[in-house]
T-cell receptor, first 114, second 113 residues
């Protein structure tokens, strides 16, 4: 059974804290993604990675960074959390390339910044 | 212009109704198309891929019109369990973004008894 797991389902942090969101996949996928999802705005891509140590900015990278030291793990870092980063964060993985490969999502982390 | 545009709804239909969702995409070079389903407070999951000739999976039919850059999803004989948000998704085949999917904002469906 394919699996994408995220380190926390719910997280509450204070403004200015450094926040780490961890994602692990067990499907040996090359591509991994971090999204945030907000009501009315849909899924927005923050960063993605198509290989170890490789990363590309998505549509809303400001205020975030990522790390991919191992193929199975992709971390999202909020250097200094702000209240406007309160959101649902979803990690996903997919085999590289086009075609009809399915993208698998983790269960999400609901982050609240107070 | 957004890569994928779809009507957010909401669509509220009775059980047994037929409902159709549409979306348009902007990149004419896109090659792969999908519908994902997202239940409330859950992650999105693949519902079905969309093939050029159209395809059917039980009560669900997906169609692709490349000339108009238009994708549709038809649900027949709606069930209560079909209540969810349906996401139109397109694969980008451009350069380093190879394998990135573009998601529409989703269309919300509620089926009532």
């Amino acid at each position: 059974d394919v699996k994408v797991t995220q380190s926390s389902r719910y997280l509450v942090k204070r403004t200015g804290e450094k926040v780490f969101l961890e994602c692990v996949q067990d499907m040996d996928h090359e591509n991994m993604f971090w999204y945030r999802q907000d009501p009315g705005l849909g899924l927005r891509l923050i960063y993605f990675s198509y290989d170890v140590k490789m990363k590309e900015k998505g549509d809303i990278p400001e205020g975030y960074s990522v790390s991919r030291e191992k193929k199975e793990r992709f971390s999202l870092i909020l250097e200094s959390a702000s209240t406007n980063q309160t959101s649902m964060y979803l990690c996903a993985s997919r085999e590289r390339g086009g075609g009809t490969y399915e993208q698998y999502f983790g269960p999400g982390t609901r982050l609240t910044v107070t | 212009r957004k890569e994928v545009e779809q009507d957010p709804g909401p669509f509220n239909v009775p059980e047994g109704a037929t409902v159709a969702f549409n979306c348009t995409y902007s990149n004419s070079a896109s090659q792969s198309f999908f519908w994902y389903r997202q239940d409330c407070r859950k992650e999105p999951k693949l519902l079905m891929s969309v093939y050029s000739s159209g395809n059917e999976d039980g009560r669900f039919t997906a169609q692709l019109n490349r000339a108009s850059q238009y994708i549709s999803l038809l649900i027949r004989d709606s069930k209560l369990s079909d209540s969810a948000t349906y996401l139109c998704v397109v694969n980008s085949d451009r350069g380093s973004t190879l394998g990135r999917l573009y998601f529409g904002r989703g269309t919300q469906l509620t089926v009532w008894p």
